[in-house]
């Protein structure tokens, strides 16, 4: 069964709302998680790493104010996509590292702005 | 950017081994080969992953070159379900633990009946 759970699987919303996305590692403690986003017929790309307790450290060009991440625990990290447009519609994947280095991905999210 | 090329596809067919390549010639001492597998929609699976040594697991087997250059994901009898996108990653960070995954392209394999 799945290790890495993500919540909602899909999600449509409305411009200029926002919408918050969960990782749940399920049956271990991960310290770091990784976002990923993936638009179609692409590759991931990595967004950001978060860390448990501190800020999260984005890749270059992923604005932190618009994809605000959340790491309060050893089994959950948040995603929020704020004020969202069209153009973040995407399928968001989160990943977590367990501590022997092994990282597991979660099912991912499609996120559809109207 | 990604430190790994892979041809963009590849067939094969059912039954048959499916033998995919990965150019990694920057890689690091203390960096790991990773592959992981993509099908449509779904989030990555992992396959297997290596340092120096082969590596064999239920699912395929890793052959790393010598010098660590390149490396092979055989799948040894393909089957219409190993259809998906191959992912070959070298692992940043160093060691085996907490080093962030940087996609490529990766390889679109197709198992044909």
């Known amino acids: 069964g799945a290790v890495v759970s993500q919540h909602p699987s899909r999600v449509i919303c409305k411009s200029g709302t926002s919408v918050k996305i969960e990782c749940r590692s399920l049956?271990?403690?991960?310290?770091?998680m990784f976002w990923y986003r993936q638009f179609p017929k692409q590759s991931l790309m990595l967004m950001a790493t978060?860390?448990?307790?501190?800020?999260?450290?984005?890749e270059q060009g992923v604005e932190k104010d618009k994809f605000l991440i959340n790491h309060a625990s050893l089994t959950l990290s948040t995603l929020t996509v704020t004020s969202a447009h069209p153009e973040d519609s995407s399928f968001y994947i989160c990943?977590?590292?367990?501590?022997?280095?092994?990282?597991?991905f979660g099912e991912g999210s499609r996120l559809t702005v109207l | 950017d990604a430190k790994t090329t892979q041809p963009p596809s590849m067939d094969c067919a059912e039954g048959r081994a499916a033998n995919l390549p990965c150019n990694h010639s920057?890689?690091?001492?203390?960096?790991?080969v990773y592959w992981y597998r993509q099908i449509h929609s779904q989030g990555p699976q992992y396959i297997i992953h290596?340092?120096?040594n082969n590596e064999t697991n239920e699912m395929a087997s890793l052959i790393i070159t010598e010098d660590r250059k390149s490396s092979t994901l055989i799948l040894p009898h393909a089957t219409l379900r190993d259809t998906a996108v191959y992912y070959c990653?070298?692992?940043?960070?160093?060691?085996?633990?907490?080093?962030?995954?940087?996609f490529g392209q990766g390889t679109e394999l197709s198992v044909k009946p």
């Open positions: 990943s977590a590292s367990s501590a022997t280095g092994e990282l597991f």
């Open positions: 049956d271990f403690q991960a310290t770091t």
């Open positions: 978060s860390n448990e307790g501190s800020k999260a450290t984005y």
């Open positions: 920057t890689i690091s001492g203390n960096e790991y």
């Open positions: 290596g340092l120096k």
């Open positions: 990653i070298v692992r940043l960070g160093g060691g085996n633990q907490g080093g962030k995954l940087i």
